[in-house]
């Protein structure tokens, strides 16, 4: 049984039992659909009349108001049947957060109930033949005509492309140079199914998504009203940005009951395999890698769920969501390969459900955003952060004779601005750090002055080749570091010197 996080609300608790029972109850006739590769409707229509698909819909809007967290919940369990967790998650990516947040008061009334309900499915459509990663390169244009919009282009990879009747779509609607480069030519839209040259163009046949439809479709001059765009006309990127977050992490909760699932199927399978006369379960090394799969498995669901409560708390959590969605498709993929290797050959097969995850993970890593972008989100966020960009300053301690990490203030404080004591300055750090170059504004902290003064006189060390410099695109001085003369010049030999204690005089030269 999953471990019921104590922050949980009991609403939220109450309906991860509930949930954890419906897959209990129809995990078998998932199986079936699975074997036969048929799309699971008539299980979609029990997960539509317990009223799932409003798990993060407010109540207001015949919803569950489970939140973020409650979305993870049920996401959790009904991945663990496969095509049925698919359409459940992108349904409810395809408008829930953006009309929440973006959606006006209308808009909000006409949608979130057909989300909550369930009746109908939604498909999230982002990527196109030219904007994969790159998505807001988008070639799908929307042209104002009179009250209404006219689409014209493809979006592919459309996960429940023709089983859903709401499209979720994030169209062209500027080619000035200027908005693209703010990131204000786009614009959200919602059509559904049935729309005069709306159509299915194709279904791909993919490594994973077994009985999931995945596809191409096709916009020829599709007209729908003004009361179908979702957020104002060039604001269609923040729409984009603000559903990602929550994508990421549903995508991610989905792993979460599958893990569970490959630890059963181990402990179940191992205690009853014997090879060289003993149970499997009894070989340390697969006791270790069942261990590892344990805390991968245990890992991720604590930070998924941490993650979530960041969500329900109205925060935006790029690098978490990011992190999560990387950790969980990781992981997966080698939960699935050990799983595999832990169980031989059967493993390989389709008789257990375990070969699956390998495929899912493998999906799991490139949609949504691949994991190298998520890397590049993590990166780039992060590199905002003020906790990153700290001013690290080594000072020379006597006492031990070495550089640590000080808030003092330099030694050279209070000393004359002049030529000689700046490259002093630089020279010592030479000693302190001696494959590190200096900002200006290190050396502002440390002697003092302005930023102009010692601008001139870098410039000037830097004329007499006592420096080396790096500069940026505009020819700006950023950092500095001593030359050779310079280190020769600010100080004799001696005071670069350092040994340890246990170093022979003798050995010196
Ligand atoms: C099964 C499946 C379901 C999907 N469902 C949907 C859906 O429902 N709706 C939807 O809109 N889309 C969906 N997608 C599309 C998915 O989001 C994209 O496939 C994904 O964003 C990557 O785009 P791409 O395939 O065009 O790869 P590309 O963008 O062409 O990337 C190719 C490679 O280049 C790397 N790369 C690209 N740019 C960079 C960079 N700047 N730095 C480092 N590496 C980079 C990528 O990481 C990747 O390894 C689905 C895809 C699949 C396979």
């Given at each position: 049984m999953s471990e019921e996080y104590f922050w949980w609300?009991?609403?939220?608790?109450?309906?991860?039992?509930?949930?954890?029972?419906?897959?209990?109850?129809?995990?078998?006739?998932?199986?079936?659909?699975?074997?036969?590769?048929?799309?699971?409707?008539?299980?979609?229509?029990?997960?539509?009349?317990?009223?799932?698909?409003?798990?993060?819909?407010?109540?207001?809007?015949?919803?569950?108001?489970?939140?973020?967290?409650g979305s993870c919940i049920v996401a959790e369990q009904l991945g663990r049947l496969y095509a049925v967790g698919h359409v459940f998650t992108v349904s409810m990516l395809a408008g829930l957060e953006q009309i929440l947040r973006f959606g006006t008061e209308e808009q909000k009334q006409e949608w979130l109930p057909k989300i909550a309900s369930g009746e109908e499915l939604g498909a999230l459509c982002i990527t196109e033949p030219f904007a994969g990663s790159d998505a807001a390169n988008v070639h799908t244009t929307a042209a104002k005509d009179g009250n209404d919009w006219v689409i014209n282009g493809k979006k592919r990879f459309i996960t429940g492309a023709g089983v859903s009747g709401r499209y979720f779509i994030y169209a062209k609607t500027s080619d000035d140079p200027g908005d693209r480069k703010q990131y204000s030519h786009l614009t959200s839209f919602i059509i559904e199914r049935g729309r005069p040259g709306f159509s299915l163009e194709k279904i791909n046949p993919l490594i994973g998504f077994d009985n999931v439809p995945n596809g191409v479709i096709n916009f020829d001059h599709v007209r729908i009203p003004d009361k179908n765009r979702v957020g104002e006309v060039g604001k269609g990127w923040n729409v984009m940005m603000a559903g990602l977050n929550f994508e990421r992490l549903i995508g991610a909760a989905v792993f979460g009951g599958l893990f569970e699932d490959v630890v059963q199927v181990l402990f179940n399978y191992t205690k009853r395999r014997i090879q060289f006369n003993r149970p499997t379960l009894t070989f340390p090394g697969v006791q270790s890698e069942i261990a590892d799969i344990i805390m991968k498995t245990k890992v991720s669901r604590l930070y998924t769920y941490y993650c979530a409560h960041l969500l329900d708390e109205g925060k935006e959590p790029m690098i978490e969501a990011s992190i999560s969605k990387l950790f969980n498709t990781e992981y997966a993929r080698e939960i699935g390969v050990k799983?595999?290797?832990?169980?031989?050959?059967?493993?390989?097969?389709?008789?257990?459900?375990?070969?699956?995850?390998?495929?899912?993970?493998?999906?799991?890593?490139?949609?949504?955003?691949?994991?190298?972008?998520?890397?590049?989100?993590?990166?780039?966020?992060?590199?905002?952060?003020?906790?990153?960009?700290?001013?690290?300053?080594?000072?020379?301690?006597?006492?031990?004779?070495?550089?640590?990490?000080?808030?003092?203030?330099?030694?050279?404080?209070?000393?004359?601005?002049?030529?000689?004591?700046?490259?002093?300055?630089?020279?010592?750090?030479?000693?302190?750090?001696?494959?590190?170059?200096?900002?200006?504004?290190?050396?502002?902290?440390?002697?003092g002055g302005s930023r102009s003064e010692i601008r001139k006189i870098l410039e000037s060390l830097e004329e007499k080749k006592l420096i080396v410099s790096n500069k940026d695109r505009q020819g700006k001085t950023t950092l500095v570091k001593a030359s050779y003369d310079g280190l020769q010049k600010a100080f004799p030999l001696s005071y670069y010197e350092w040994y340890p204690s246990w170093y022979k005089d003798s050995d010196k030269f």
């Open positions: 609300t009991e609403e939220q608790k109450a309906i991860s039992k509930q949930v954890r029972e419906f897959v209990a109850e129809n995990f078998e006739e998932a199986e079936t659909y699975f074997w036969k590769t048929e799309f699971p409707w008539p299980l979609v229509k029990k997960v539509a009349k317990e009223g799932y698909f409003g798990a993060g819909v407010p109540k207001k809007y015949g919803g569950m108001e489970l939140g973020p967290t799983a595999i290797q832990i169980l031989g050959g059967d493993g390989l097969t389709k008789f257990l459900p375990i070969e699956r995850i390998l495929r899912e993970a493998k999906v799991g890593e490139i949609v949504a955003g691949t994991n190298e972008i998520q890397k590049m989100i993590i990166y780039r966020f992060s590199a905002m952060l003020p906790l990153f960009n700290k001013n690290l300053r080594y000072r020379w301690n006597d006492d031990v004779n070495a550089p640590i990490i000080s808030t003092r203030d330099s030694k050279f404080q209070g000393m004359d601005l002049n030529e000689e004591n700046v490259l002093k300055v630089i020279a010592h750090d030479y000693k302190v750090s001696p494959g590190l170059y200096m900002t200006p504004d290190d050396i502002r902290e440390d002697i």
